[in-house]
C-alpha cells in the first residue's frame, strides 16, 4: 500500500494550497484517512480526519480555515487550507487506516510527506 502526497509548496501569508494524497495498492477498503504535521523542532500534530462515511474531526485550531475531504471511489483524501500563515509551515503527513486484501483489520499507512511553506 503507497500513500503519494501533492499540493505543497511555497505561498505567500494569506493565500491557500489543497493538498491531496491518493492510496494504491492490495486495497480491500479504508476507514479513517488525514492528515497531520510537523513543524521543525516540534511534534507532530492532528490537522483533521474524515471516516469512510464522511464524519470530520479538525484540531481545534484549525476550524475555518482547513476543511478536510475525501473521494471514497478515489481512495483519496484532500485538504484545502485557506488563510494560512506562516505558523502552518511544515511537513504535512497523509495516513489512512488501511485493510489490505486477504487480510483481517485495519493497519495505518503513512505518505512520505509534503512541505507547505508560508512566507512572503
Known amino acids: 500500500v503507497q500513500l503519494v502526497e501533492s499540493g505543497g509548496g511555497l505561498v505567500q501569508p494569506g493565500g491557500s494550497l489543497r493538498l491531496s494524497c491518493a492510496a494504491s495498492?492490495?486495497?480491500?477498503?479504508?476507514?479513517?484517512m488525514g492528515w497531520y504535521r510537523q513543524a521543525p523542532g516540534k511534534q507532530r500534530e492532528l490537522v483533521a480526519t474524515i471516516t469512510s462515511g464522511g464524519t470530520t474531526n479538525y484540531a481545534d485550531s484549525l476550524k475555518g480555515r482547513f476543511t478536510i475531504s475525501r473521494d471514497n471511489a478515489k481512495n483519496t483524501v484532500y485538504l484545502q487550507m485557506n488563510s494560512l500563515k506562516p505558523e502552518d509551515t511544515a511537513v504535512y503527513y497523509c495516513?489512512?487506516?488501511?485493510?489490505?486484501?486477504?487480510?483481517?483489520?485495519?493497519?495505518?499507512?503513512w505518505g512520505q510527506g509534503t512541505q507547505v511553506t508560508v512566507s512572503s
Open positions: 495516513y489512512a487506516d488501511v485493510r489490505r486484501l486477504g487480510r483481517v483489520g485495519y493497519a495505518p499507512y
Open positions: 495498492g492490495s486495497i480491500f477498503s479504508i476507514n479513517a
